[in-house]
């Protein structure tokens, strides 16, 4: 859930992080310092950030470089670089590394995910690592059979939980939609706890950095619950510009997907998020925001509001 939304759908490119509601789109956060970081001693112990230049991971290696810390954030087009679907990248990415921030592409619901996580794991204990902190799905099966591999693997493990990402709507998927002044997407009246990916980065800083969140499942969710229509007004308001739901039916999303030119595990996922995922099992709220950082999660008019104040909204020149 983390691609360019237009018109109706995502765009064809897929990076680390990446799908709506949890990855895609490159993030603004660069983790400027990692060359730097690189340039230490090469068998000095580094954290691995995979999905360097994700929403999520992008954020994680900024805050991890701004304390100084050694790390390695990769992508496809890192060095050395990292591909989920070639497994001979992994052991240069893993060298020398104590730690681990597992983002999966594009999400760990598509067929085939949970064998290349057990495989990922394995290398990762072979190669010394201590400590992995995997991003997963909240309300997916699949992905909890990941979540077990992790917990299984002998090492100190932390699992944050997330659905929407706030930042679907400033930072790729469905930003052509806001700026067209119209989200359409057959998300009906479901509510979700849109959670702010900030939050999500924080939790997962402590939890690669600090004692105390091994063993923990973090739910992260922002402090209320907001149907799609309800997010457009709260982004309506901030920004001081017309924005709407439009609800529109599975099949004509679909075809928008398909008319993308999207592959077709994203365009599989796409139809398993708003088909079988976005049904309410997700419309509650959780604490692992609270209980990671010890402070209340962002809301979703603060988020918006700060979105609005970047300037990400204003219409094109």
């Known amino acids: 859930m983390k691609t360019s939304t237009k018109t109706a759908t995502p765009d064809s490119q897929t990076t680390n992080d ?36 994700g929403k999520t991971g992008g954020r994680v290696a900024a805050r991890l470089a701004r304390r100084g810390l050694p790390i390695r954030a990769v992508s496809r087009s890192s060095h ?56 997963s799905g909240r309300g997916e099966a699949e992905a909890q059979r990941c979540e077990r591999l992790v917990q299984d693997s002998g090492l100190d493990w932390t699992v944050v939980r997330a659905s929407w990402f706030s930042q679907n709507f400033s930072e790729g998927e469905f930003l052509d939609m806001v700026l067209a002044g119209q989200i359409s997407l057959p998300a009906g009246d479901i509510k979700e706890p849109f959670v702010d990916l900030d939050d999500l980065a924080d939790v997962v800083v402590a939890a690669l950095t600090e004692a105390g969140h091994a063993g923990q499942v973090y739910e992260v969710t ?95 020149a």
């Open 18 to 53: 990446s799908v709506p509601r949890r990855r895609a789109a490159k993030s603004t956060a660069k983790p400027e310092s990692e060359p730097e970081s690189e340039r230490g001693s090469e068998r000095q112990a580094r954290i691995l950030v995979l999905g360097g230049t």
């Open 80 to 135: 050395p670089a990292f591909d989920w679907d070639d497994p001979t990248t992994w052991p240069a990415a893993l060298d020398a590394v104590t730690a681990v921030y597992i983002a999966y592409a594009p999400d760990l619901a598509i067929p085939g995910a949970t064998e290349t996580i057990g495989r990922f794991v394995q290398q990762a204990a072979r190669q010394g690592a201590r400590r992995l902190v995997l991003l």
């Open 222 to 316: 922002g402090p209320r619950l907001l149907s799609f229509a309800e997010a457009a007004a709260e982004i309506a308001r901030a920004s001081g510009r017309p924005v709407e739901y439009h609800q529109i039916s599975q099949q004509a999303f679909l075809a928008g997907v398909a008319q993308s030119g999207a592959p077709d595990n994203l365009a599989w996922l796409l139809d398993y998020l708003f088909s079988t995922v976005l049904d309410g099992r997700n419309a509650q709220l959780c604490d692992g925001v609270q209980r990671a950082l010890g402070r209340a999660p962002t809301d979703f008019a603060t988020y918006a509001s700060r979105a609005a104040r970047s300037g990400v909204w204003q219409a094109p």
